[in-house]
């Protein structure tokens, strides 16, 4: 699992908005992944401890207390989180996937992170299935060379809407959007409605739009992988 190293995002006008990863789109899929049996590498830029988003763990986003404690415990039994390899060291050939939680992190580190963007060449080139769920798609933006071409041209995908950016009121406050930039890659972008889960397949990589795609997005991978 690749995770934002990132703390803030930085806003157009120079406002860092702390941030970091979305709970849901680590947990959930951490559990799906774990009850199946398989072991998880946590990979960040650098090797640095990744951060929790708190807003992500505020019961009024996670439908309640008692799944504002659950997540809380996931991550705290999650000593993954504590020990992440830096991306830059992670080879995809020995893992059987890898798997991008979103949060608003990514698209302050991920989007420009050479070893990522390498991490996801060889993902895709390698034939074996992988995810990337709500601001993580981002990262593919990270894979275009000094032509600004990428393997994803093309690839049929999804992630957070401009609508959903609107909807938590950073839209208008953001340098760009995940949605008019995975259009303009080119990419055939679709969505499902807003904070729905929403699955897109296209060959060996499964996007999913939000942090409700998240857990059902590790299911689709978990089956195929």
């Not at 970091?20 to 650098?46: I, L």
């Not at 074996?128 to 709500?134: E, L, N, P, T």
């Not at 890659?185 to 889960?197: A, V």
């Amino acid at each position: 699992m690749v995770l934002s190293g990132a703390q803030y995002w930085t806003m157009k006008d120079g406002h860092r908005h702390p941030t970091g990863y979305w709970a849901e789109e680590f947990v959930a899929p951490y559990t799906v992944f774990t009850q199946a049996g398989h072991q998880v590498t946590v990979a960040t830029p650098g090797g640095v401890i990744p951060t929790v988003d708190t807003m992500s763990l505020r019961p009024s986003m996670t439908g309640g207390e008692k799944t504002s404690l659950q997540e809380e415990n996931v991550i705290e039994a999650a000593d993954e989180l504590r020990h992440p390899v830096a991306i830059k060291d992670v080879r995809f050939e020995d893992y059987a996937t890898v798997f991008y939680p979103g949060g608003h992190g990514p698209m302050e580190d991920l989007a420009y992170d050479a070893d990522s963007g390498r991490l996801l060449r060889e993902a895709l080139a390698s034939g074996k299935h992988f995810g990337i769920v709500c601001h993580a798609p981002s990262a593919i933006l990270a894979t275009r060379d000094e032509h600004g071409d990428t393997p994803f041209a093309n690839y049929s995908l999804t992630g957070f809407t401009n609508d959903e950016e609107a909807g938590v009121g950073l839209a208008d406050k953001a340098k760009w959007l995940l949605e008019d930039e995975l259009r303009k890659l080119p990419t055939n972008y679709s969505r499902g409605p807003m904070w729905e889960p929403y699955l897109v397949t296209d060959r060996t990589l499964h996007t999913g739009q939000n942090p409700a795609s998240a857990g059902p997005l590790a299911k689709e991978l978990v089956s195929v992988i």
